[in-house]
């Protein structure tokens, strides 16, 4: 497997913007999501790189450098629901099917 | 609403006893993928079906078995239960296989307290 490093916990404030750094050791790269998690809820799909560069979606963008073997998720404008777990998942193997899962971040949106 | 529906969303069972968690995949998804999660700790790929057949597997248990029906739907199935396997247990699916872009779209999950 993959050793995927995220930090494990953040605090931002409303309305700010923050940045969550993902690391994670390249091979067989097929991919690279962000995905978020609400505190006993299903994770729900962010965000997909493959290509290096900034891929951006409404306040949520997240940027990929393969040869470094870093990413990460900007998020702006924060909102209190945005107060969730963000996992760093890099995509690997023959089929590209073997999605492993980073620890998580949980970010904490203060007032 | 996913599309991937996982039954039962909570299951309360005594240790040693053996249980069965069902995930049916999104509407043309081939893959089924299982996850657990422990109280406060990152997501443990447990084992993955694609169109029936057992494709890769991860941290799971001898104690745990799985398969995935000619109707794609897959089964979980967890024995000789410990205090440990209480977690959540997540269902995913993704569609055909292509190692690109192949998003997972969960279910809702399934609590399991061992007890």
């Known amino acids: 497997g993959q050793n995927i490093d995220q930090p494990t916990e953040m605090t931002a404030t409303e309305g700010a913007i923050v940045q969550i750094n993902c690391t994670y050791q390249t091979s067989g790269f097929n991919g690279l999501f962000w995905y978020q998690q609400h505190a006993g809820e299903a994770p729900t799909f962010l965000s997909y790189n493959v290509l290096d560069g900034l891929e951006e979606k409404g306040r949520f963008s997240s940027f990929l450098s393969r040869s470094k073997g870093y990413s990460y998720l900007l998020l702006k404008e924060l909102q209190m629901k945005d107060s969730a777990s963000y996992l760093c998942v890099h995509v690997e193997g023959n089929y590209g099917q073997n999605f492993v899962f980073g620890p998580g971040t949980r970010l904490s949106v203060l007032p | 609403d996913s599309g991937v529906t996982q039954t039962p969303k909570h299951l309360i069972t005594a240790t040693g006893q053996r249980v069965t968690l069902r995930c049916s995949p999104r509407?043309?998804?081939?893959?089924v993928y299982w996850y657990q999660q422990s109280l406060d700790q990152g997501l443990q790929f447990l084992i993955q079906?694609?169109?029936?057949?057992?494709?890769a597997k991860g941290n799971i248990l001898e104690r745990f078995s799985a398969q995935q029906f000619p109707d794609l739907h897959s089964e979980l199935n967890l024995s000789s239960l410990e205090l440990g396997d209480s977690a959540l247990y997540f269902c995913a699916s993704s569609g055909s296989g292509q190692p690109t872009n192949e998003k997972l779209f969960f279910g809702s999950g399934t609590q399991l307290s061992v007890l």
């Open positions: 079906y694609y169109n029936g057949e057992e494709r």
């Open positions: 509407s043309g998804d081939l893959s």
